[in-house]
C-alpha cells in the first residue's frame, strides 16, 4: 500500500471563468493584440506572462478579457483562475491574501490548511502552478500591490490584469504587457446598441443611434444600459429616449463640477434608466447600495427592503437586471459593478433618511445574524446557541432542511458574514458585531477558518468591550482562545482564555469560570504540560459537580482521565474515563461518549488488551461518522490506527493515518496532520519498511519543529531514529551516524519534561545512544 501524505491534488483543474458576455461586438483589433501577446510567434509558449488591461471606468475591458479568455481555452489545459479585486468597489478591496485563499481553494487547497502568512501562501500557490498552463484573470485591480502576490512563477501561465490604472510598476519591475483600451469608435458603439435593439425595434434611424451613443459617450458599460432601456420600449421613439437622456444631462451638467466627459456620460446613463424604473425597483435599487458585501440573494434583498416577500423581490430583481443596472452571477446570487454600486448608495443617501438607512442595514445584519444561528443548528447541533432577540416583524431568515443545505449557505455567504460584522461594528451596532462571531464560534470551531475566525472574533471583543458587556467578552475571549488553540498558538490562546476566567470570576458567572478552566487545562495537554493541565482539570471537575452541571463533568473527567494516562497511571485514568463513560451514556451525549472511548482505546492498549482497544476506537469511529463531524473523526482515526497496529491489521491502520493526515490538512490541524505521519511511520517500521517509515517521521518531525511542539518533536525524531538504524542494519548505507544526530535532538527538545513518560523516553534513547 502506498500512503498518500499530501493532500492537494495536482490533477485538479480550476473553471473559475465567468461566462461570457452577451452580444459582445467589436474590439477586433485588441483581440488580436491579445492573441499576440500569448505566443511568441511560434504558437507554442506565452512570451509575456503579465497583460495588463487598462482604461478608464465602463470602457468594457472586463468584458475585452473574459471574450478572449473564452476564445483560447484550449491554450491552457491546466484551467483558469479568476478574482475579481473590487480596486475601485466602495468597500474594501479584496485583498491578495483574501485572493490566495480562493485561489489554493480552487486549486484543492482545504481552507484550513492555507497558510496565514502571505508569503507562504504565494510560495504555495506559485509551487502549485509550476509547470502548469493556467490563465490567471485579476479582475479591476487599483495597485501593482494587489497583483504582485497573485503572480505565478512559471512561464506557462499568463496573468491578465484589469485596472483603470496603467499599473506602471508591473511593466517596469515584472515585464508586464500594456494594452490601454479607448472608448469605442462610432461604427463600434451604434454596433453594439444595434445588437442589443433592433431584435425589438428594427425600424430606428441610424442617425439617432449615433447620436444616442454620442450621449453615452461611446462607453460599453452606459451603451448597454441605454440599449436595454431602448429595447424595453419598443413603441416610444427613440428620439423621445434621446430627449429624456440629453435633458437628463443637462442636470448633471448644472450639478457637476468636474471636466470628466466620460465619467458624466456614465453617471447621465444610470441617472437616465434610475429614474425610469418602477418606484419599488428604485427603491430596492438604492437599498441594495447598502448591503455590506458586493454579492448577495434574495434573503438578504427582501431583508433590505424590508417586510417584501421573496417572490416579489425576485420579480424587482429580475427588473434591474434586466435594465442592466444589476448582474445575476449564479442561482439567486446578483452583483454590482463597482460603478453602479457607487451610485446606487449614493441615491440612498440622497433619496432615504438616515433614520430609513439605518434601518435598513439593521434589518440586513440581523437577517445575517438570525441565519447564521439557523444554520449552527445543522452544522453543530452539540453547542448551545446564545441567546437572541426575536427578528423583528416581516424579516424571514434563512431556514434550512439539512446539514448540507445549512453548510452550502454558509459557504456561500462567508464574505458576507465577514462583511457584515465589519458593518456592525462601524455603524456602532456593537451588540450585533459580538453576537455575529459568538455565534458562528461553533462553525469555526468545526471548520477552522482561523483567518475569518480571528478576525471576526477580534471584531466582536472590541464591541463587547465598547458596551461594557464583560460577559460577552467572555464569550469573544473564550472563542479567540480556541481559535488559537485549534491553530497551535498556544502561548497567545492561553492568554486569551486567562482573559475569559478573569471576566467570569468578576461576573460571578461559576459555570463559565469552569468551562475557562478546562479551556487552560488543553492548552497545557496540547503542549505536554501535564501536572498543570491536571490541576486545572481538577479544579474545573470539582466546580461542575458542586454546579450539578453532570454533562461537563463528564467532559472533563475524560480530560483528566487522558492527562492521567498520559502521567504512566493507567488504573488511575481507566476508574475516570470508565465513570465518564457512564455519565455520557446516561446523557446521551455521543460526542462525550466517543471521546471517552477514544480515551479507553488508549488505556487498554497500554494495558495490553489490544482487542479491546480495537472495539473502543471502532466505536469511537462509529459515532463520528453518524454525526458527519469531521474533527471528531480526523482525531479519533489516529486511535484506531493505534489499534489496528497493536492488533497486527498494519494494512489497516496506514487507511486510517492516511484518512487522518487527509481531515486534519483539510481542518488545519499541523499538529495532528503530523501526528497521522508519525502513526504511518510506526506502521511502515512494523511492516519491515525501515526506509518509508523514515520518510514519514522526518515529514512529522519537521512540522513539529516548526510549531515548536517540542514533545512531539521528540517523538517524531525518536522513529525517525529508530527507523535509519533499522535501515542501516538492512543495507549498510551508513544511516547510524543520522540516527545518533537526530537522538541526541531528540534529547535536547525533552529537557524541559520531566513526567514518566518523558523520563522513560530520555533513557531508551540514552541507552540507544549508549550502544
Known amino acids: 500500500m502506498h500512503f498518500h501524505s499530501d493532500g492537494r491534488s495536482r490533477g485538479l483543474k480550476p473553471r473559475q471563468l465567468p461566462g461570457d458576455v452577451r452580444g459582445f461586438v467589436n474590439r477586433g483589433q485588441e483581440l488580436g493584440q491579445l492573441d499576440a501577446i500569448l505566443t511568441d510567434g511560434g504558437g507554442e509558449s506565452v512570451s509575456v506572462p503579465v497583460c495588463v488591461l487598462a482604461g478608464t471606468a465602463g470602457v468594457g475591458k472586463t468584458s475585452l478579457a473574459l471574450r478572449w479568455a473564452h476564445r483560447v481555452p484550449d491554450r491552457f489545459p491546466d484551467g483558469q483562475l479568476y478574482v475579481n479585486l473590487r480596486g475601485y468597489d466602495p468597500g474594501a478591496p479584496v485583498t491578495p491574501q483574501e485572493a490566495l485563499h480562493r485561489f489554493l481553494s480552487a486549486l484543492g487547497v482545504p481552507a484550513a490548511a492555507i497558510p496565514a502568512d502571505l508569503e507562504a501562501g504565494a510560495a504555495l500557490y506559485r509551487s502549485l502552478l509550476a509547470g502548469r498552463r493556467v490563465l490567471v484573470i485579476l479582475d479591476n485591480a487599483a495597485t501593482a500591490g494587489q497583483v504582485r502576490p497573485l503572480l505565478p512563477g512559471t512561464a506557462g501561465c499568463l496573468v491578465m490584469v484589469t485596472s483603470r490604472s496603467r499599473l506602471s510598476g508591473l511593466a517596469v519591475r515584472d515585464g508586464a504587457h500594456t494594452l490601454t483600451l479607448g472608448t469605442l469608435d462610432e461604427a463600434e458603439a451604434v454596433a453594439l446598441l444595434s445588437v442589443v435593439t433592433t431584435p425589438y425595434r428594427p425600424q430606428d434611424d441610424p442617425g439617432l443611434l449615433t447620436e444616442l451613443a454620442r450621449l453615452c459617450a461611446r462607453l460599453p458599460l452606459a451603451l448597454r444600459i441605454a440599449a436595454e432601456r431602448a429595447a424595453s420600449r419598443p413603441r416610444m421613439g427613440l428620439d423621445d429616449l434621446i430627449r429624456d437622456l440629453r435633458d437628463e444631462s443637462a442636470l448633471w451638467d448644472a450639478l457637476s463640477v468636474g471636466d470628466d466627459e466620460e465619467a458624466e456620460a456614465v453617471r447621465t446613463v444610470f441617472a437616465w434608466s434610475y429614474r425610469a424604473l418602477p418606484a419599488a425597483a428604485a427603491r430596492l435599487f438604492r437599498l441594495l447600495g447598502l448591503h455590506p458585501g458586493a454579492e448577495f440573494g434574495t434573503g438578504a434583498a427582501a431583508a433590505l427592503d424590508g417586510g417584501t416577500g421573496t417572490g416579489r423581490i425576485r420579480h424587482l430583481l429580475d427588473v434591474l437586471v434586466g435594465a442592466h443596472l444589476l448582474e445575476q452571477t449564479g442561482p439567486d446570487r446578483y452583483e454590482f459593478h463597482d460603478l453602479l454600486r457607487a451610485y446606487a448608495a449614493d441615491q440612498a443617501r440622497q433619496e432615504e433618511s438616515p433614520e430609513e438607512r439605518d434601518a435598513a442595514l439593521r434589518r440586513v445584519l440581523v437577517w445575517y445574524l438570525h441565519s447564521a444561528d439557523a444554520a449552527q443548528t445543522w452544522i453543530n447541533p452539540q453547542e448551545a446557541h446564545i441567546p437572541l432577540d426575536p427578528p423583528g416583524d416581516g424579516l424571514v431568515p434563512a431556514s434550512f432542511a439539512d446539514y448540507d443545505e445549512a453548510m452550502r449557505w ?362
Not at 474533527?631 to 491489521?649: C, D, P, S
Open 410 to 771: 454558509y459557504e456561500t455567504e462567508r464574505g458576507n458574514l465577514l462583511a457584515a460584522t465589519r458593518a456592525a461594528e462601524e455603524a456602532g451596532l456593537d451588540v450585533i458585531a459580538w453576537q455575529l462571531p459568538a455565534v458562528l464560534r461553533s462553525v469555526h470551531m468545526l471548520l477552522n477558518p482561523f483567518e475569518e475566525w480571528l478576525a471576526m472574533g477580534r471584531v466582536g471583543l472590541r464591541a463587547a468591550r465598547g458596551l461594557g458587556n464583560r460577559t460577552a467578552e467572555a464569550e469573544l475571549l473564550e472563542s479567540l482562545g480556541m481559535a488559537c488553540t485549534q491553530s497551535h498558538r498556544l502561548a497567545e490562546g492561553a492568554e486569551y482564555h486567562q482573559g475569559a476566567l478573569a471576566a467570569r470570576r468578576e461576573t460571578g458567572d461559576r459555570l463559565g469560570e469552569a468551562l475557562s478552566l478546562n479551556d487552560i487545562g488543553l492548552i497545557h495537554l496540547r503542549g505536554h504540560g501535564l501536572e498543570s493541565a491536571k490541576g486545572r482539570f481538577e479544579q474545573a471537575v470539582a466546580l461542575f459537580r458542586e454546579l450539578a452541571a453532570a454533562h461537563w463533568e463528564a467532559v472533563v473527567l475524560a480530560n483528566l482521565a487522558e492527562v492521567t494516562y498520559e502521567l504512566a497511571r493507567p488504573e488511575e485514568a481507566s476508574g475516570l474515563v470508565l465513570r465518564a463513560l457512564e455519565m455520557h451514556r446516561e446523557l446521551g451525549s455521543q460526542g462525550g461518549e466517543g471521546n471517552a472511548l477514544r480515551i479507553l482505546s488508549a488505556i487498554q492498549r497500554d494495558r495490553g488488551q489490544p482487542e479491546e482497544a480495537l472495539r473502543s476506537a471502532q466505536g469511537a469511529l462509529d459515532i463520528a461518522l453518524t454525526h458527519r463531524n469531521h474533527m471528531w473523526e480526523g482525531y479519533w482515526l489516529l486511535e484506531l490506527g493505534r489499534a489496528q497496529q497493536a492488533n497486527g491489521a498494519f494494512e489497516a491502520a496506514l487507511v486510517s493515518f492516511q484518512r487522518a493526515a487527509s481531515l486534519q490538512r483539510r481542518l488545519g490541524d499541523r499538529v495532528r496532520e503530523a501526528r497521522a505521519w508519525d502513526g504511518a511511520g510506526e506502521t511502515y517500521r512494523r511492516l519491515g519498511r525501515p526506509g518509508e517509515a523514515a520518510d514519514f517521521h522526518r515529514r512529522a518531525a519537521a512540522a513539529h519543529r516548526e510549531l515548536d511542539d517540542l514533545w512531539h518533536t521528540a517523538l517524531s525524531l525518536d522513529g525517525l531514529a529508530g527507523a535509519l538504524r533499522e535501515a542501516d542494519e538492512a543495507d549498510e548505507a551508513g544511516r547510524a551516524e543520522e540516527a545518533r544526530r537526530h537522538w541526541a535532538e531528540a534529547l535536547r527538545a525533552l529537557a524541559s519534561y520531566d513526567d514518566p513518560r518523558a523520563v522513560e523516553l530520555r533513557e531508551r534513547i540514552t541507552t540507544a545512544l549508549a550502544r
